[in-house]
């Protein structure tokens, strides 16, 4: 079943057009089948029901139902293997 | 497209020495404005960014920030690069409750930045690189950030 992943931007933030850009990548790579979507963060709330995961590169200003992931480390650089493995099998 | 291209040499600040954030975003704001690059809300939209969406990110050694706003505050794009005579605390970007004491901000002045995935991406490569953070730290002069930079679009 194709799976739909929210990446969520603080309001047009710069960097979650990165984070997008290699998660599109990582789920290829891995043969996920799975569409990536790019929004704000005030909308993961009313898109969430559609969505299985949802990753972001700022804090979440509230809970959500369905798991969400913070990708600051594809920014940094540190523990990005990590973060790969965590959103591989947070869509297993 | 190079990043290097983004660089103004008025919005290179070394050794900066500002008292607290909101000083240094007072100070930097100033400069950008006198040039014509934001708008006059640019300064109160990128402190209430900033207290809601902080941009602090730790390093293995140091600790940098990334603080933008919203496109429509910019008008002419910039990416300013200062180091901090004394560090300044900003909170973390993935947990609002921490902060870090920050040496080197990178101030991004995008107005398209969707469209400019590929100057982000070399940013983020030069923050990724520790070498790359130690040679912005000790950097005397514009010319030698520019190299920095100059060197990672050869790179990417």
């Known amino acids: 079943m194709k799976k739909t992943v929210l990446v969520a931007c603080g309001a047009g933030i710069a960097t979650s057009t990165v984070v997008c850009n290699r998660v599109e990548n990582l ?6 089948n ?3 979507i790019q929004c704000k963060i005030s909308e993961v709330k009313s898109r969430q029901a559609d969505a299985d995961l949802i990753i972001s590169t700022t804090i979440l200003p509230t809970t959500y139902d369905i798991p969400s992931i913070i990708a600051t480390a594809y920014i940094t650089g540190i523990g990005m293997e990590a973060l790969d493995k965590k959103i591989l099998d947070a869509l297993k | 497209m190079s990043i290097e291209r983004f660089l103004n040499n008025d919005l290179i600040k070394l050794n900066l020495l500002c008292k607290d954030r909101d000083h240094f975003f007072e100070f930097m704001f100033n ?3 006198d040039k014509g690059l ?3 809300q640019f300064l109160s939209k990128i402190k ?4 809601i969406f902080p941009t ?5 050694e140091f600790s940098v920030a990334i603080p933008h706003t919203d496109p429509q505050y910019v008008k002419e794009q910039f990416i300013a690069v200062v180091t901090l005579e004394k560090p300044i605390k900003f909170s973390l970007m993935d947990d609002a409750s ?4 920050v040496c080197l901000v990178f101030m991004l002045g995008l107005n398209q930045p969707h469209q400019q995935i590929e100057i982000l991406k070399q940013l983020m490569a030069i923050i990724q690189n520790p070498s790359n953070i130690k040679n912005l730290l000790s950097a005397e002069s514009c010319e030698e950030v520019r190299n920095i930079f100059k060197q990672m679009e050869a790179k990417a």
């Open chain 1, 27 to 32: 789920l290829k790579e891995n043969n996920v």
């Open chain 1, 34 to 36: 799975a569409e990536v």
């Open chain 2, 31 to 33: 400069e950008a404005f």
């Open chain 2, 38 to 40: 934001v708008d006059k």
């Open chain 2, 48 to 51: 209430e960014r900033e207290s």
């Open chain 2, 56 to 60: 602090g990110l730790k390093l293995n």
């Open chain 2, 98 to 101: 921490q902060e870090t004491d």
